[in-house]
């Protein structure tokens, strides 16, 4: 029976890379690997106190790498990979976690939000894991968790070009497995309900309290509660779960 692990030796810090991880969801996850001891790069289009305090703790600060990069340009999505390589020479656990919304029913969807949304969610996300799986092609050996969201099963109304990203992701999780699995690569989905963070500031404390009462759980989604399943995923020995999509709701969609 193989007990390789999937992501790095269990005795040496893993590299991780998280995208977006300057607030919200993927600050969470940054702070997660960091707590385990980890090598962490992130990036975003800009930065955030956090970032200057992980970057400057005596704690994290040799174990943290932060690039300004606009994931939605190829450019800086191959600069960004490039740095972290430069800095550890590896890659065993990648996070695609930067995403964005854009509220609008369909019809009155303009060009520039259509195309910021899928920029960034589905061709950023393409351009970092085409760099990143290459380098773990090599290894032969990573793990790959994609961020999508509920709302990539179930849909919802008024998100439909964000929902279609996140659909699309799952897609690419699927594929994705089946084309690195032989070369001890898992890749799966997380799919987030509802979570307090700047994105859904769109909605307002009347749809919260709605979400809530509709969630066996009885609250909202914290970035720990999301956290601990990425975290579980990409643990060593975790490598025959690959392919799925995880729904991480409180229930709400059970
Ligand atoms: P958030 O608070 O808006 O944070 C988004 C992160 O992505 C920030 O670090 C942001 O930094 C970065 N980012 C945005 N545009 C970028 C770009 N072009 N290039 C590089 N980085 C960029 O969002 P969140 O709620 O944490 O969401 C994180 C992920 O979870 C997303 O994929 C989202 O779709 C998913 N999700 C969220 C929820 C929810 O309820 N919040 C539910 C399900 C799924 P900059 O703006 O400085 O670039």
Known sequence: ?????????????????????????????????????????????????EVEAWASDAETADRFLFEEADLSQREDAD????????????????????????????????????DTVIDLNLKGTLYVTRQVSRRMLARRSGAIVNISSIVGLSGYRGLAVYSATKAALDGLTRALSRELGSRGITVNSVAPGYLRTEMSHGLDEDQLQQIVRRTPAGRLGDPDDIARVVQFLTAPGCDYLTGQVIVVDGGLTA
């Open 1 to 49: 029976m193989s007990t390789a692990p999937s992501a790095g030796p269990a005795s040496e810090p893993r590299v991780v890379v998280v995208t977006g991880g300057s607030r919200g969801l993927g600050a969470g996850i940054v702070r997660s690997y960091l707590a385990s001891g980890d090598l962490v790069a992130t990036c975003s289009r800009s930065s955030t106190p």
């Open 79 to 114: 600069r960004f990979v490039k740095a972290v390589i430069e800095r550890w020479g590896r890659i065993d656990v990648l996070v695609n976690n930067a995403g964005v919304a854009r509220d609008g029913i369909l019809g009155m969807v303009s060009d520039d939000d259509l």
